[in-house]
T-cell receptor
Framework: KAGVTQTPRYLIKTRGQQVTLSCSPI?????VSWYQQTPGQGLQFLFE???????NKGNFPGRFSGRQFSNSRSEMNVSTLELGDSALYLC?????????????FGPGTRLTVL | QQQVKQSPQSLIVQKGGISIINCAYE??????FPWYQQFPGKGPALLIA?????SEKKEGRFTISFNKSAKQFSLHIMDSQPGDSATYFC?????????????FGQGTTLQVKP
């Protein structure tokens, strides 16, 4: 069974640009969550999606947005990039939100903002 | 109240020794406490998890001890091996709230010396 896939794996952008990251969950998983990982702030929750609906949102500015498609694939978008947005962006999938089922993380997309 | 505090920040243990990482939380609504292991260049992977109705859970060399009254939980790695060298994150979640949102500790970098 294939794991969580994230594309691209690496991305370099300049300040002011926008970026779209993609996540394909494990087959059959309908819940997708996004996290930002930085050395200073650690792992911070961005959003959670289930059945194409955002169920939960972390404490991030409106420049960060996301969506989920009918096939459970998810994208997140960051507009007007800032230097501080440089981070590893991780996607995690699970069968459904809540419950006590395991969340599986992808390898992440490393975003560098110059 | 949403924070999870993790210590130590880094840990060096000799091969065969016991590695102990501690976490504390404030929000009594948390009802799921997983530990994740992350190797460089990889996403976090679930190691072991516990619910608050259990005081201890063991899986192989890994044990979670949970103290509900003190709002603390810890990971013990017995017979630590060089292959255990990684970053470990504790986390907490409110699964009864039908969310998979994870609140992570700051992480502990473990080095096991041969």
């Amino acid at each position: 069974k294939a794991g969580v896939t994230q594309t691209p794996r690496y991305l370099i952008k300049t300040r002011g640009q926008q970026v779209t990251l993609s996540c394909s969950p494990i087959s059959g998983h309908r819940s997708v969550s996004w996290y930002q990982q930085t050395p200073g702030q650690g792992l911070q929750f961005l959003f959670e999606y289930f059945s194409e609906t955002q169920r939960n949102k972390g404490n991030f500015p409106g420049r960060f947005s996301g969506r989920q498609f009918s096939n459970s694939r998810s994208e997140m978008n960051v507009s007007t990039l800032e230097l501080g947005d440089s981070a590893l962006y991780l996607c995690a999938s699970s069968l459904v939100p809540g419950a006590y089922n395991e969340q599986f993380f992808g390898p992440g997309t490393r975003l560098t903002v110059l | 109240q949403q924070q999870v505090k993790q210590s130590p920040q880094s840990l060096i243990v000799q091969k065969g020794g016991i590695s102990i990482i501690n976490c504390a939380y404030e929000n009594t609504a948390f009802d799921y406490f997983p530990w994740y292991q992350q190797f460089p260049g990889k996403g976090p992977a679930l190691l072991i998890a516990i619910r608050p109705d259990v005081s201890e859970k063991k899986e192989g060399r890994f044990t979670i001890s949970f103290n509900k009254s003190a709002k603390q939980f810890s990971l013990h790695i017995m017979d630590s091996q060089p292959g255990d060298s990684a970053t470990y994150f504790c986390a907490a979640s409110m699964r009864s709230g039908n969310t998979g949102k994870l609140i992570f500790g700051q992480g502990t970098t473990l080095q096991v010396k041969p």
